[in-house]
Nanobody, 125 residues
Framework: QVKLVESGGGSVQAGGSLRLSCEVS????????MGWFRQAPGKEREGVVF???????NYSDSVKGRFTISREERKNTLYLQMNSLKPEDTAIYYC???????????????????WGQGTQVTVSS
Protein backbone atom coordinates (compact mmCIF):
# COMPACT_ATOMS: atom_id res chain seq x y z
CA GLN A 1 0.00 0.00 0.00
CA VAL A 2 1.09 3.54 -0.78
CA LYS A 3 0.86 6.34 1.76
CA LEU A 4 1.25 10.00 0.86
CA VAL A 5 1.63 12.83 3.36
CA GLU A 6 1.65 16.48 2.30
CA SER A 7 3.16 19.35 4.21
CA GLY A 8 4.15 22.96 3.67
CA GLY A 9 0.78 24.58 3.24
CA GLY A 10 -0.08 27.82 4.93
CA SER A 11 -1.08 31.41 4.44
CA VAL A 12 0.86 33.84 2.31
CA GLN A 13 0.33 37.25 0.78
CA ALA A 14 -0.14 37.65 -2.95
CA GLY A 15 3.19 37.55 -4.71
CA GLY A 16 4.73 35.34 -2.07
CA SER A 17 6.04 31.80 -2.24
CA LEU A 18 5.43 28.43 -0.65
CA ARG A 19 6.97 25.01 -1.11
CA LEU A 20 4.80 21.96 -0.66
CA SER A 21 6.24 18.56 0.10
CA CYS A 22 4.79 15.09 -0.27
CA GLU A 23 6.44 12.07 1.29
CA VAL A 24 5.57 8.81 -0.42
CA SER A 25 5.92 5.44 1.27
CA UNK A 26 6.57 3.00 -1.53
CA UNK A 27 9.66 1.09 -2.54
CA UNK A 28 8.93 1.74 -6.21
CA UNK A 29 8.51 5.51 -5.91
CA UNK A 30 10.99 6.25 -8.70
CA UNK A 31 8.78 4.44 -11.21
CA UNK A 32 5.57 6.26 -10.33
CA UNK A 33 3.99 9.14 -12.12
CA MET A 34 3.23 11.83 -9.58
CA GLY A 35 0.92 14.79 -9.59
CA TRP A 36 -0.30 17.79 -7.70
CA PHE A 37 -3.98 18.66 -7.71
CA ARG A 38 -5.95 21.39 -6.03
CA GLN A 39 -9.54 22.04 -5.09
CA ALA A 40 -10.94 25.45 -4.28
CA PRO A 41 -14.25 25.95 -2.45
CA GLY A 42 -17.17 25.32 -4.78
CA LYS A 43 -14.96 24.02 -7.57
CA GLU A 44 -13.96 20.60 -8.79
CA ARG A 45 -10.54 19.18 -8.15
CA GLU A 46 -8.15 20.08 -10.95
CA GLY A 47 -4.73 18.96 -12.03
CA VAL A 48 -1.93 21.41 -11.37
CA VAL A 49 1.12 19.58 -12.67
CA PHE A 50 2.26 16.04 -13.37
CA UNK A 51 5.71 14.46 -13.53
CA UNK A 52 6.79 11.04 -14.72
CA UNK A 53 9.73 8.82 -13.85
CA UNK A 54 11.97 10.53 -16.39
CA UNK A 55 11.24 14.03 -15.15
CA UNK A 56 8.92 15.01 -17.97
CA UNK A 57 6.23 17.40 -16.81
CA ASN A 58 2.84 18.76 -17.77
CA TYR A 59 1.77 22.04 -16.20
CA SER A 60 -1.63 23.61 -16.10
CA ASP A 61 -1.68 26.88 -18.00
CA SER A 62 -2.79 28.67 -14.87
CA VAL A 63 0.45 27.88 -13.02
CA LYS A 64 2.95 27.61 -15.85
CA GLY A 65 5.95 29.81 -15.21
CA ARG A 66 5.08 30.22 -11.53
CA PHE A 67 5.06 26.69 -10.12
CA THR A 68 7.79 24.07 -10.38
CA ILE A 69 7.45 20.38 -9.61
CA SER A 70 10.42 18.25 -8.64
CA ARG A 71 11.12 14.89 -7.09
CA GLU A 72 13.79 13.79 -4.67
CA GLU A 73 14.20 10.07 -5.20
CA ARG A 74 16.46 9.39 -2.23
CA LYS A 75 13.86 10.79 0.13
CA ASN A 76 10.81 9.51 -1.76
CA THR A 77 9.58 13.08 -1.75
CA LEU A 78 7.70 15.19 -4.25
CA TYR A 79 7.85 18.99 -4.15
CA LEU A 80 5.85 21.86 -5.53
CA GLN A 81 7.59 25.22 -5.47
CA MET A 82 4.96 27.93 -5.82
CA ASN A 83 6.09 31.45 -6.64
CA SER A 84 4.19 34.63 -7.48
CA LEU A 85 1.15 33.27 -5.72
CA LYS A 86 -2.24 34.74 -6.54
CA PRO A 87 -5.49 34.72 -4.55
CA GLU A 88 -6.96 32.36 -7.12
CA ASP A 89 -4.33 29.80 -6.11
CA THR A 90 -6.13 29.41 -2.79
CA ALA A 91 -7.17 25.78 -2.48
CA ILE A 92 -6.50 22.50 -0.80
CA TYR A 93 -3.53 20.95 -2.56
CA TYR A 94 -3.22 17.19 -2.92
CA CYS A 95 -0.37 15.03 -4.08
CA UNK A 96 -1.19 11.82 -5.88
CA UNK A 97 0.59 8.77 -7.23
CA UNK A 98 -0.01 6.63 -10.30
CA UNK A 99 1.78 3.27 -10.21
CA UNK A 100 3.70 2.02 -13.22
CA UNK A 101 3.02 1.64 -16.01
CA UNK A 102 1.90 5.23 -16.26
CA UNK A 103 1.92 8.09 -18.70
CA UNK A 104 1.38 11.81 -18.52
CA UNK A 105 -0.54 11.85 -21.77
CA UNK A 106 -4.12 12.64 -20.92
CA UNK A 107 -3.48 12.14 -17.22
CA UNK A 108 -6.22 13.18 -14.87
CA UNK A 109 -7.99 12.41 -11.63
CA UNK A 110 -8.97 8.90 -12.62
CA UNK A 111 -5.40 7.86 -13.32
CA UNK A 112 -4.13 8.42 -9.80
CA UNK A 113 -5.03 5.72 -7.34
CA UNK A 114 -3.21 7.03 -4.29
CA TRP A 115 -3.85 10.36 -2.63
CA GLY A 116 -2.65 12.38 0.29
CA GLN A 117 -4.94 14.10 2.76
CA GLY A 118 -4.28 17.54 1.33
CA THR A 119 -2.73 20.72 2.65
CA GLN A 120 -4.40 24.12 2.70
CA VAL A 121 -2.88 26.99 0.78
CA THR A 122 -4.37 30.42 1.34
CA VAL A 123 -3.23 33.46 -0.62
CA SER A 124 -4.45 36.83 0.59
CA SER A 125 -4.65 40.05 -1.37
Amino acid sequence: QVKLVESGGGSVQAGGSLRLSCEVSTYYYSDYCMGWFRQAPGKEREGVVFIDRDGSTNYSDSVKGRFTISREERKNTLYLQMNSLKPEDTAIYYCAADPPPCTLVGAGLGDFGYWGQGTQVTVSS
